[in-house]
């Protein structure tokens, strides 16, 4: 009804929209703050993130941090005379902040903005959403809070380390076992194991909060393993590197089968929160990487690993009907597949059975498959499309297959870098469009250079 009285999709009309609240954004000052401005830098990035701008996101979330300095939000400064409410509601600002900044920081490699080793701030009480009716129901924001509160004692126990490469094998231990303590001590309704679900009927964002908290807590504890699952078993990082290697696919196959559920219950109506696609992509990439590195075949649960990553390009196919990102996304993936003989025969194989979600109704095909306007651009890149009326002749609801590049097939399981790189994966080094993902996610991350071909 909206898209038929205003004359435009929801796309354009929220695109309208974050133009609009821009030019009104302009009349703000850096030295004439207000907590509305903050919320609305917030928002701002919230939207820019949602719409697969990853860049700008992150560049959104600095200008939010520093007005939120400005007004000493980080340190409970200036709360003299100001209601409960209102102090609570700085508190949860600060905290959405420290776990945008943490998240980012700790699985992007973008550079911390906010000082994460300055643990003083306060978390949110939560007081503010306490019921009188059902005095034992959490609040709405206690995932955010619990996620914050993660954060911090991680920051804490990774003490000087600046990254995951520099933590030895002792200090992985010490921070899993503490992960596995935080765990332990979640609210019965968000226990990753028989959680208790007695309330989803009557207040259904628990169930959307659960699936987004098992996924920021699988991905947390794979982060620390991502060096061993990226690398050849003759390449010794410490005298652990095999069981951290088996560990570590245990967390990956375990943050696709949360993924999954994330998935299921977010597509399509909300299929551009980041997470459902990041948490795919980022795991079935290393997963790929692993697989390459095995040339031996010794990797643990490996038809398993082959089977997630099946099952994560079929997700990401569908994400692609929606979002730039999860096109791009897709697109990378299927390429990477298609790039080594053992994954590329895997792939589809019919005697693999998978569980396809409810949603799935499509078989892969080859990249892009793209129906979303805000994509238009990045597609029309993708499959050549820059003769001036070429794009113009074809209608914006269906945009034709574009034809897979030919992937030379070798006999052996030997994977060649330079064969794949010459297919250009993700595009010309100008036409690169992963909605700014590709200046955050590094590829080289999968440590595929450093592969003996």
Known sequence: MIE?????????????FSEAAEQLSQSFTASNTCIERVQEQFLKGAWLKSESKIVESWHALGCTIREAQELGIDRDANIEGLSEFDIEIRRRIW?????WDWQ?????????LIDQKNLNFKLPNLRLDSSCSEPNLLSPFAHMALQASLGRRLNTIMGSAQSVDALSANEIITIQAELDKFVDELPSIFRLQDPDTSLD???????????????????????????????????????????FRAMGIDLALDVLAVARRLFDHEFPINAKFHMVVFSIFDTSTIL??????DRDSRLPRRDEVTNAIDGSLEMLHQLSMSTKLGASSYAFLYKLVQSH?????????????????ATSTHTLEPPPLVHHSSSKESVNSSIGLHAPGIAASIPQASIPLGTAPTMPIINDFSFDVDQFLAQNPLGSANGLDMGGMEQIWDWEDLNLD????
């Not at 920081?105 to 973008?110: D, S, T």
Request: charged share 30%; hydrophobic share 35%.
């Open 95 to 99: 905290a959405l902040l420290y776990i």
């Open 341 to 357: 003989p053992e994954l590329s025969r895997g792939a589809g194989r019919s005697k693999r059975v998978r569980k396809l979600s």
């Open 104 to 112: 980012m920081g700790a699985w992007l490699g973008r550079p911390n």
């Open 201 to 243: 009927a009557e207040h259904p964002y628990f169930v959307f909060q659960r699936h987004q908290l098992h996924t920021v807590l699988y991905v947390t504890k794979l982060d620390f393993f991502k060096p061993f699952l990226t690398r050849a078993r003759d390449d010794k990082k410490t005298d652990r590197d095999d069981e």
């Open 4 to 16: 038929f009285e205003l004359a435009c999709n929801l796309q354009q009309l929220t695109d309208r």
């Open 288 to 293: 790929c990487s692993a697989i390459i590195h």
């Open 450 to 453: 450093q592969f003996p071909c």
